[in-house]
C-alpha cells in the first residue's frame, strides 16, 4: 500500500487490511484490498486517463446502453425520494482517454455478486460494509482491461486479483516488495514456498474488533 501510495483504513477509501485466520499454519494473516477510490486515483496517476467516474444504478433509474461498433450508454437517476435504499442493479464505470475515445463497461449486480463470492472477504470488511464502494471497485477493476496501463495500476490489479485465483498476494508481488521484505529480515523464500496454501478464512467479528483496537 505504501509503495502504490494509497492510505488504508481511512475515509478516504482508498485501500483497506482485511485480517484473516489461516487455520492451517495456524497465524493471523493480512489482506490488502484496494478500493474504487484506489483505483481510480492510480489510473490519473498515470497521466495516460483524462478522468475516470463510476456510479451505481437502482431500481427506479432510467438506464439503457449499447455495445458493438458505436457504443453508448444512458443513465437518468431517479428523483425519487429515497433512491439510495432502493435496490442496487447496475454500476458502471467510464475512463475519458487521453487523445482517445472514452471507454466504459456495465455490470449487472449478478455480476458483481459473482465476483464478491471469489473473494476470502466476502463476508466481512469492506463488503459488508460499504457494498456500493465495492460493487463500483469491481466496475473500475474490469476497465482496466481496456486501459492503457502504468506499472502501478498493473501491479493493484495483480495483488488485487491473487487472493481470488487462489494465490497469496506475497506471489503476486513485485521484484521491489520482496526485496524491501527480505531487506527486513523476514523469511519472505519460506512463505513464497506455502504461497498457495490457501487454508485463510476472514476473523470473526469479536476477533476483528479485537486486530483494530490494537
Known amino acids: 500500500a505504501s509503495q502504490l501510495g494509497l492510505e488504508v483504513n481511512t475515509p478516504m477509501g482508498q485501500a483497506y487490511l482485511i485480517p484473516f485466520e489461516n487455520r492451517k499454519r495456524g497465524t493471523v494473516e493480512c489482506q490488502l484490498i484496494v478500493g474504487y477510490q484506489?483505483?481510480?486515483?492510480?489510473?490519473?496517476?498515470?497521466?495516460?486517463?483524462?478522468?475516470?467516474?463510476?456510479?451505481?444504478?437502482?431500481?427506479g433509474?432510467?438506464?439503457e446502453w449499447t455495445l458493438g461498433l458505436d457504443p453508448t450508454i444512458r443513465h437518468k437517476p431517479s428523483t425519487q425520494e429515497g433512491r439510495e435504499t432502493r435496490k442496487l442493479t447496475h454500476v458502471y464505470a467510464v475512463?475519458?482517454?487521453?487523445?482517445?475515445?472514452?471507454?466504459?463497461?456495465?455490470?449487472t449486480r449478478g455480476e458483481v455478486e459473482k465476483y464478491r463470492a471469489r473473494s476470502r472477504?466476502?463476508?466481512s470488511g469492506p463488503w459488508m460494509t460499504d457494498f456500493e464502494a465495492m460493487a463500483l471497485k469491481t466496475a473500475i477493476r474490469r476497465l482496466f482491461r481496456w486501459l492503457p496501463k502504468s506499472a502501478e495500476m498493473a501491479?493493484?490489479?495483480?495483488?488485487?486479483?491473487?487472493?481470488?485465483?487462489?494465490?497469496?498476494?506475497l506471489a503476486a508481488a513485485d521484484d521491489t516488495t520482496i526485496g524491501l521484505l527480505t531487506a527486513q529480515g523476514l523469511d519472505v523464500t519460506g512463505e513464497l514456498a506455502q504461497s498457495d496454501d490457501t487454508g485463510e478464512v476472514p476473523m470473526d467479528p469479536e476477533r476483528e474488533a479485537i486486530q483494530d483496537s490494537s
Open 155 to 169: 501491479h493493484a490489479a495483480a495483488l488485487d486479483e491473487a487472493p481470488e485465483t487462489g494465490r497469496s498476494q
Open 38 to 59: 484506489g483505483f481510480m486515483d492510480l489510473a490519473r496517476r498515470s497521466g495516460q486517463v483524462k478522468a475516470l467516474f463510476a456510479f451505481p444504478v437502482y431500481e
Open 121 to 123: 472477504a466476502s463476508s
Open 61 to 63: 433509474d432510467e438506464f
Open 95 to 107: 475512463a475519458k482517454l487521453e487523445g482517445g475515445e472514452p471507454v466504459f463497461t456495465v455490470l
